[in-house]
């Protein structure tokens, strides 16, 4: 059979690079990412953007408040603290800030080409999908999230799979995949928990894959297991220690079980309907803060320029679902192309997943049985890849069905497909079987639609991280905080008029809150929010919460109040104006409207005015 020889590669040295004497493709994809994202790292301005959230909440920590009891991440501590580190060196700047996830893309798209490399042999496809990766990055300030499926499919291949003869440096990888794996806790810890299972599955699987036998291949995983916890736990001590330091390691232990209780729950809810219903998704992943009056989601952190699936319009408001809605499943046959690409990118993966686990699972059990140790291997590429790319699919298919989560999770995912792809075009030359050649033509008839409608529906929208956003460039806006982007001549109206009326009206020391969701324009103006949590919706709302937010209008005085009512989870129901009703009004009662731009209503303090309820 003309296979690759993993034999003879496993005498050589573990390190992802080996195998090659001229890498010609990584230099090409660096250098194309460094002129890729120079050509647009300034473009835009989102101010309902995460980029926001991450430089208020850094702002937050440099001055001292401490994570989770002052003030709520949403993310675990890590997404903010080399952030911090930043600001700590080059002051706080929004440029910075871009620059930094754009090295995080860049690595990310550096990691996947050596991969592909190593798994195929080819050059020319390590290349193109590391020139892929860099083109559609995943939307940006989101960018750890394809970086860590990509770190931990990386780690967990090389420690587990690709060595063919075992040696000393297989350790050290294993205790590498232990700090990828405390490292995405550290960052997301619902997708920690997730690479975890896809762990605990590999290590099941490796007894019957390692040519010394079942008894052995236990030790190796054994072993592998032993490594693994004690590194992902060693790399939680610093954080630890410093939150025992600071007071806030209870808050911070509780986000742990939080999500592993949270888990278990929904767990027994699929297993046990109660009543025959099954679980809602909008309630779904919930993180209470520790504050009895604040309740945020996750799972529901905002998404700007959501896709607006069709759909009947309900009759009233509760037949709307709260949360952003999947296109329906007819938009797969759309007439209008756009939408069409988009229901694709948004549902092939599923039928793609499904071929992929029932065709290199029973390979893998086949040759397990049959003693064919490199075919097991060769199938494991393709089943560890896979996994490691669904630890981004619940967020996106459940949550939030949109171009920005999509394109975060189609990063890992394209390498899962080419993988599979590749060893099922191998198999059918091998062997010339007709089911063989039917199953790995099967599988490029879906997988090579979903890149194609990737590619497209990427690259035309700036929300999926990609050139699109060079549509942007036009006057430069200049503000606060490292503020110099490029924006369309016709928006530059508008940010430079909210700017104005914000220094304006406010000074320093002054709040300034904006609903449901607008971090960047604290961020651009330099003015803080008393709002623990920054975002809010109509589906993250605590039920008292007109109640909870006229109180504090009442006791911190916000000298400007920003209302953005366009429908951040496009429907009716999740207009400001529809399901913050009371709050509203109490705004348009006690506040004088400066300024509205679209949707965007600006409020400011009345003159020798104190609001009263």
Not at 124 to 137: E, F, Q, S
């Amino acid at each position: 059979m003309n296979t690759r020889q993993h034999s003879s590669e496993g005498k050589k040295s573990s390190a992802l690079s080996q195998g090659t004497k001229k890498k010609w493709e990584v230099g090409v994809v660096l250098i194309f990412a460094v002129l890729y994202y120079f050509s647009y790292y300034r473009n835009g301005l989102n101010l309902g953007g995460e980029g926001g959230t991450e430089g208020v909440l850094a702002l937050r920590l440099l001055e001292g408040q401490r994570p989770i009891v002052d003030t709520f991440l949403g993310y675990n501590v890590l997404w903010f603290y080399p952030i911090v580190g930043l600001f700590k060196v080059f002051g706080p700047n929004y440029l910075i800030l871009k620059v930094y996830f754009f090295a995080i893309c860049t690595f990310t798209a550096f990691l996947g080409t050596l991969l592909v490399r190593r798994v195929t042999g080819s050059s020319l496809l390590a290349a193109g999908t590391g020139l892929l990766l860099v083109m559609i990055p995943g939307a940006q300030f989101r960018n750890y999230l394809p970086f860590l499926a990509v770190l931990n499919m990386a780690t967990l291949l090389q420690a587990f799979v690709f060595p063919a003869q075992r040696n000393p440096k297989s350790g050290a990888w294993m205790a590498l995949a232990g700090l990828a794996l405390g490292l995405t806790y550290l960052i997301r810890i619902d997708v920690g928990i997730l690479v975890t299972l896809v762990i605990i599955i590999l290590l099941l699987a490796l007894p019957w894959s390692e040519k010394s036998g079942p008894l052995a291949g236990c030790g190796i995983a054994l072993k592998g297991a032993f490594l693994i916890t004690a590194f992902a736990l060693l790399a939680h001590l610093p954080i630890l220690w410093d939150a025992h330091r600071r007071g806030f390691q209870d808050a911070f232990l509780g986000q742990y079980r939080t999500w592993f209780g949270y888990l278990r729950n929904e767990a027994n809810k699929l297993l046990v309907p109660k009543n025959g219903n099954p679980p809602n998704p909008k309630n779904a992943l919930p993180l209470p803060s520790p504050k009895a009056t604040e309740v945020a989601s996750p799972s529901l952190q905002p998404t700007p320029h959501a896709e607006k699936p069709s759909q009947a319009t309900p009759t009233k408001l509760s037949d709307e679902i709260a949360t952003l809605r999947r296109p329906p499943l007819t938009d797969l046959r759309e007439h209008k192309f756009v939408r069409r690409t988009f229901a694709w990118v948004i549902y092939l993966p599923i039928p793609i997943s499904a071929l992929i686990f029932i065709g290199m699972g029973p390979w893998w059990l086949i040759n397990a049985f049959k003693r064919n140790f490199e075919e097991c291997r060769q199938a494991l590429e393709a089943l560890v890849a896979l996994g490691c790319a669904l630890v981004l699919f619940p967020q996106y298919f459940f949550f939030r069905p949109d171009t920005p989560h999509v394109s975060e999770f189609m990063v890992p995912f394209l390498m899962a497909m080419l993988f599979a792809c590749f060893h099922a075009v191998r198999i059918a030359r091998a062997r010339q079987n007709i089911l063989a050649w039917l199953y790995a033509i099967v599988l490029l008839c879906f997988c090579v639609p979903d890149t194609f409608a990737h590619v497209l529906n990427g690259l035309r929208r700036a929300s999926s991280g990609s050139i699109a956003a060079i549509k942007d460039r036009g006057q430069e806006f200049i503000a606060s905080n490292g503020v110099r982007v490029l924006v369309r001549p016709e928006n530059l109206a508008e940010l430079r008029g909210i700017y104005s009326i914000i220094i304006n009206n406010s000074q320093p020391e002054d709040w300034v809150v904006c609903y449901p969701y607008l971090p960047t324009v604290n961020f651009m103006t330099n003015r803080k929010s008393y709002e623990y949590n920054l975002y809010v919706d109509n589906a993250a709302k605590v039920k008292n919460f007109d109640e909870v937010t006229i109180n504090k209008f009442l006791r911190f005085q916000p000298a400007v109040v920003v209302i953005n009512n366009d429908p951040i989870n496009q429907n009716r129901v999740s207009h400001f104006k529809v399901w913050a009703a009371p709050t509203y009004e109490f705004v348009k009662g006690h506040y004088e409207l400066a300024a509205t731009y679209s949707e965007m209503e600006i409020y400011v303090r009345k003159k020798q005015s104190t609001p009263k309820k």
